[in-house]
Antibody, heavy 121, light 106 residues
Framework: EVQLLESGGGWVQPGGSLRLSCAAS????????MNWVRQAPGKGLEWVSA????????YYADSVKGRFTISRDNSKNTLYLQMNSLRAEDTAVYYC??????????????WGQGTMVTVSS | DIQMTQSPSTLSASVGDRVTITCRAS??????LAWYQQKPGEAPKLLIY???SLESGVPSRFSGSGSGTEFTLTISSLQPDDFATYYC????????FGQGTKVEIK
């Protein structure tokens, strides 16, 4: 069964850091682009970051650029999101999502269950 | 940046109704558009990709159409399981979601 399982969420004070992980199973992880998408409480979906292509191209939303870093370890079938300098507006459920291909231009066909990040003093 | 605008924001309908949701892009995105369904407390689910391609396992009452800047998601006969929030997403240039359309029981 194709599955994504996020972990690493929790409560952190403003200015703090967290690292999210997304463990993949049931498919050839290295053959697909991977993404992080977040959803603030009661709000819509916001794309956060992507890791695409065989060369490892990375992309970030303006709202997180310079603070978040996406990475992947294909040997461990795991995607990561290092989140630094966290702000209250980063509070959200963070989803890991698999793309339909390795290309940058593709939709997201498999999603994890999400992990909650709360930034508050 | 490409902006995506969905209408309506909320839609009240009954079981058996034909439902149409519209998504407009701020510039042409060819057919690089997807539709997702999300129920409370759950992750989004891919319904349609490349504007009109039905994802495997998705009921055929769901269909998508459009190209360029205007797109539609149609549910031909609304079922009880279809009451949810629907999002469009462009992936022509990076990735942007619409604000969502909540389909509620009339």
């Amino acid at each position: 069964e194709v599955q994504l399982l996020e972990s690493g969420g929790g409560w952190v004070q403003p200015g703090g850091s967290l690292r999210l992980s997304c463990a993949a199973s049931g498919f050839t992880f290295s053959s697909y682009a991977m993404n992080w998408v977040r959803q603030a409480p009661g709000k819509g979906l916001e794309w956060v970051s992507a890791f695409t292509g065989s060369g490892g191209n990375t992309y970030y939303a303006d709202s997180v650029k310079g603070r978040f870093t996406i990475s992947r370890d294909n040997s461990k079938n795991t995607l990561y999101l290092q989140m630094n300098s966290l702000r209250a507006e980063d509070t959200a459920v963070y989803y890991c999502a698999k793309a339909l291909s390795l290309a940058a231009q593709d939709a997201f066909d498999i999603w994890g269950q999400g992990t909650m990040v709360t930034v508050s003093s | 940046d490409i902006q995506m605008t969905q209408s309506p924001s909320t839609l009240s309908a009954s079981v058996g109704d034909r439902v149409t949701i519209t998504c407009r892009a701020s510039q042409s995105i060819s057919s690089w558009l997807a539709w997702y369904q999300q129920k409370p407390g759950e992750a989004p689910k891919l319904l349609i990709y490349k504007a009109s391609s039905l994802e495997s396992g998705v009921p055929s009452r769901f269909s998508g159409s459009g190209s360029g800047t205007e797109f539609t998601l149609t549910i031909s006969s609304l079922q009880p399981d279809d009451f949810a929030t629907y999002y469009c997403q462009q992936y022509n240039s990076w990735w942007t979601f619409g604000q969502g359309t909540k389909v509620e029981i009339k």
